[in-house]
């Protein structure tokens, strides 16, 4: 009995220090109001027509008074960016919609 102890502390200890029994360590990528996807559903059609790989950017909503923008910035470009045009491997997209009947005001490429 005392072996059967033994063998599965030893194996409980390894298995917690590779971190398969250790607590989860994941964190969320992104946290933002439920309100944000209905700009995002909104300027999905203008993406997806641009054929955008959203895997290479980061997007911000800025909500402003009559309108929501919603940017793309290359996911390489640096923290706390802002020179003129856009930067990093992939070109900027800003996509402009309208607050009051939601339709894409204009979207275009920030170079």
């Known amino acids: ?5 033994l063998a599965l502390f030893v ?3 390894i298995l917690a220090s590779d971190g398969l029994i250790a607590e989860s360590q994941t964190r969320p990528r992104a946290k933002f109001s439920g309100a944000c996807l209905k ?3 909104a300027a999905e059609p203008v993406l997806q027509r641009e054929k955008l790989d959203l895997d290479k ?3 911000s909503v800025t909500e402003e008074d009559g309108s929501v ?4 910035t290359s996911a ?3 923290e706390g960016w802002h020179g003129r045009g856009s930067c990093g491997s992939s070109p900027g997209f800003v ?3 309208s607050k009051e009947d939601m339709h894409v005001i204009r979207s275009n ?3």
């Open 1 to 5: 009995m005392k072996r059967f102890a």
């Open 11 to 13: 194996v409980f200890s």
């Open 39 to 41: 700009w995002l559903y």
């Open 57 to 59: 950017y980061v997007v």
């Open 69 to 72: 923008t919603i940017g793309l």
């Open 76 to 78: 390489d470009c640096p």
């Open 95 to 97: 996509v402009v919609i």
């Open 109 to 111: 490429y920030v170079r």
